[in-house]
């Protein structure tokens, strides 16, 4: 068996780990993390050097940004041109960095997320700023590694002589990993790295006096204090950032908003076409246009309102939902020491402290060492034209040059440096001028000897180098803040004013559930008649409400569950439409009945409270602010006992007397306010005293004296009773009498049950629907007015085995 056919066996996981693990490191070292001392990525370091490398320098022409893509491809990074230009167009867009590092000629995209021109038609150089980041870095400042064919050789970091990762920031996702280092104001940095170099261990209180928070290059408002000190502190933190806006009155009464500053990193053409859409699907009422004005002035975005919109509301509604106002999430990760660390502000300055305090060594120390080969030379000649007719004779004994150098070594004590540089001289050098200047400059070169070495020496005096430096590159680049810093998240409210416009509407419900909003014009057109309203077959209107579009409904169903149903949610229909069943609007179980349907305006209104009557005779008041809820889903109105149902809920004043009918005739009449007000979840207590097979079958709200009480039996015999024959008595009672049945052989009969009653002090228009399913219009004045325990006459026909089942009003 050959070498090429002995195969070893090998585990997949073993393998893909390997290789994952390999893939892994490669992504975060040298691909999306940026190092924590001068803050770029592999990429954008090398497209840096590169340019720096070929001149490609702020003082000279632009160059073709294609020329620099081959050099940096070629040279030091082995990837497609595409990842390479990528880099260089982000470093040369302004919205994106706060000091743009290449300084970009032609078409570099928009803010708009148009991509710049291909890299053959456009130009760059460095900026100014970027030469910071590269200065001194021919002066041994910072390690060089072999480039990847061994060819050349390329910076593992720059000099970075500000603190470039804080300033610009940076985002990036690699394995494992990802960052969000958002852009910082250059001043407000270096005056706090100048702080910490002076007092190391500064707490963070103090580093946010300078640090007040990130600076976005396209402005905006940076909202939430805690978040920027959370992420200060820990390297995690979340804030809003809003755009700026402003609320202009034009002519005629109009307003609209104007948006000068978006947030960072949101794309201006999707935001406005965001804001249009929101326009043309009309989820607000009162935007008339969105126009993009930006120009050479600067961003500019108007939404242009109707008249007499509300336009605070639909700020907020903008802000709300799109990107006018986003969360950013600090994440700030970066390479220390080869390895992914997350760090806060205090960590990401003492890095950089402790690169600039390597970086100003090793260019003091690269410094002395030249001066001090320079002073050995000086020294030389020094010594050489002072004993020169000596060293001319030496010279002219010598054979050759090299055994003219040899005697120069052993005859005066000269290095082999010295001599060198003796027999290199001029003869102009002789003059006494120049023999002047020699001196002069090597007592120059021994005073920067001096300082150089006292900078090494002293700690001090390396960090006052530091600092001056710093404060140099503070005073020629920084500039104003641009994003605004409120201490407090704002909470968005948006109105139902602003997303629904208000139209009166009439909403109708019936018996079988189906449910509509009509608008007022569409009743007018379809004969302006109530009674006419759309039903299915052998289905019949329970109830109408005329309420507006801003107002909500309460649906109560017999098991003490709730809905809040917005008036707006409800589909439209045509008068004459039947409408939708309920249950596809709101999740109502099948087996559970509406009892009780409830316009409400507003939870706040004073006194108002919700009357609950069960079946069983339990009655319970809550006040109508523990029913305002967010929630769609059913939610508990009122506990209920098994074996009992709730038969209906009435909004109140508490201010009258609750009367109380029960089907085998009684009637009890007490005073609300003997119903204490309950949580929303209790049972109640008990309104009337009921005997065995008995139940609840009217609950009325009764005041003073004036009106009548009608009752209306199974088989639809009902007389009227005055009011002031109902005493007021305490709740929980048995009641009185409220009429009474005909029984035996040769009587017909009146009833069994009661199956309704009424309270009137107008004629009353009532509908009787029976068991088969007819219906009978009557009104209480068909009724006689007798005593409580009349039998009463017959209002409704009902043949032999039918039963009233149901009794509405009109």
């Not at 001599?419 to 200047?437: G, H, P």
């Not at 009367?659 to 949580?679: S, Y």
Request: proline share 4%.
């Amino acid at each position: 068996m050959s070498s090429l056919e002995n195969f070893l066996p090998a585990f997949l996981e073993e393998v893909v780990g390997d290789r994952f693990g390999r893939y892994s490191k490669y992504i975060i070292q040298d691909r999306a993390i940026p190092d924590v001392r001068d803050g770029l990525k592999p990429v954008q370091r090398r497209i840096l050097y590169a340019m720096y490398d070929s001149g490609n320098t702020p003082d000279k022409p632009y160059r073709k940004s294609a020329k620099t893509v081959g050099d940096v491809m070629g040279n030091y990074h082995p990837h497609g041109d595409s990842s390479i230009y990528e880099g260089m167009v982000r470093m040369a867009q302004p919205w994106k960095m706060g000091h743009v590092l290449v300084d970009g000629h032609g078409n570099w995209g928009s803010q708009d997320d148009d991509p710049a021109a291909a890299m053959r038609y456009t130009e760059a150089r460095l900026s100014p700023i970027a030469m910071e980041l590269l200065r001194d870095i021919e002066k041994r400042t910072v390690p060089f590694k072999d480039n990847f064919d061994n060819t050349a050789m390329e910076p593992v970091v720059l000099p970075s002589r500000f603190p470039n990762l804080l300033v610009n920031g940076v985002s990036g996702i690699s394995a494992g990993f990802a960052t969000e280092i958002p852009p910082h104001n250059l001043r407000e940095v270096i005056d706090a790295c100048i702080a910490v170099m002076e007092k190391p261990d500064l707490p963070m209180e103090q580093i946010r006096t300078y640090v007040k928070g990130p600076d976005f290059p396209t402005g905006g408002i940076i909202m939430g204090e805690e978040g920027i000190r959370e992420a200060y502190e820990t390297g995690r933190g979340r804030i809003y950032i809003r755009s700026k806006t402003e609320i202009e009155t034009l002519r005629g009464g109009k307003q609209q908003i104007v948006i000068t500053e978006i947030p960072y990193q949101v794309v201006k053409s999707r935001l406005v076409t965001a804001m249009e859409n929101i326009r043309l699907e009309k989820k607000v009422d009162g935007i008339a246009e969105v126009r993009d004005e930006s120009g050479r002035n600067g961003l500019r975005i108007v939404v242009e309102l109707k008249k007499d919109a509300d336009a605070q509301g639909i700020l907020a509604y903008l802000l709300k939902k799109t990107d006018l106002q986003v969360n950013y999430n600090f994440n700030m990760v970066a390479i220390v020491n080869k390895a992914p660390r997350q760090l806060g502000l205090k960590q990401m300055i003492d890095a950089y402290i402790a690169h600039q305090r390597e970086v100003v060594t090793f260019r003091t120390q690269f410094e002395l060492e030249k001066l001090e080969d320079r002073a050995h030379v000086l020294e030389g000649l020094v010594k050489a034209l002072n004993i020169l007719d000596e060293v001319i004779a030496a010279i002219k004994a010598s054979k050759n040059r090299q055994d003219a150098q040899n005697n120069l070594q052993w005859m005066f004590g000269f290095t082999e440096r010295q001599a060198d540089s003796i027999l290199t001289l001029q003869l102009y050098r002789l003059t006494n001028l120049e023999i002047t200047s020699l001196q002069k400059e090597l007592e120059d070169i021994r005073k920067k000897i001096a300082t150089l070495r006292g900078i090494l020496e002293s700690d001090k005096k390396l960090i006052a180098v530091i600092r001056k430096e710093l404060t140099e590159i503070r005073d020629k680049y920084g500039v104003d803040r641009r994003s605004e810093i409120q201490g407090e998240v704002e909470e968005l409210k948006v109105n139902l004013e602003v997303l629904v416009a208000q139209e009166e509407v009439l909403v109708t419900l019936s018996h079988e559930g189906y449910i509509k909003r009509t608008s007022m014009l569409s009743f007018t057109r379809s004969g302006g008649e109530r009674d006419s309203s759309g039903v299915k077959e052998g289905d019949y209107i329970r109830q109408v409400f005329d309420v507006d579009t801003l107002q909500n409904l309460l649906i109560f169903t017999q098991r003490g569950q709730y809905f809040l149903l917005p008036v707006h949610q409800i589909p439209e229909f045509k008068w004459k439409e039947n409408g939708t069943a309920i249950v596809n609007v709101i999740p109502m179980a099948k087996e559970d009945r509406i009892v009780s349907v409830i316009p409400v305006k507003s939870f706040d209104a004073p006194g108002e409270s919700l009357v609950f009557v069960t079946k069983r005779g339990q009655v319970k008041r809550t006040d109508l602010k523990d029913y305002e809820t967010k929630r769609s889903g059913a939610v508990a109105a009122c506990k209920v006992a098994d074996g009992d149902e709730i038969i209906g809920v009435k909004l109140s004043h508490n201010r009258q007397d609750i009367l109380l009918v029960t089907k085998q005739g009684m009637a009890i009449r007490f005073a609300e306010n003997e119903v204490n007000a309950m949580g929303r979840v209790s049972a109640g207590v008990k309104g009337i005293q009921l005997k065995d097979e008995d139940e609840v079958v009217a609950a009325l709200w009764v005041e003073g004296e004036e009106g009548e009480i009608l009752v209306v039996s199974d088989l639809g015999y009902g007389k009227r009773t005055l009011l002031l024959d109902y005493p007021v008595q305490s709740r929980g009672g048995k009641g009185v009498q409220t009429f009474e049945f005909k029984e035996g052989k040769r009587v017909k009969p009146n009833g069994t049950r009661l199956a309704g009653g009424f309270h009137s002090k107008e004629p009353l228009e009532l509908l009787a629907v029976t068991k088969e399913g007819t219906l009978h219009s009557f009104s209480s004045e068909d009724a006689p007015l007798a005593d409580r325990k009349s039998i009463g006459k017959q209002l409704v026909p009902v043949d032999k085995k039918d039963e009233l089942v149901d009794l509405l009003e009109k």
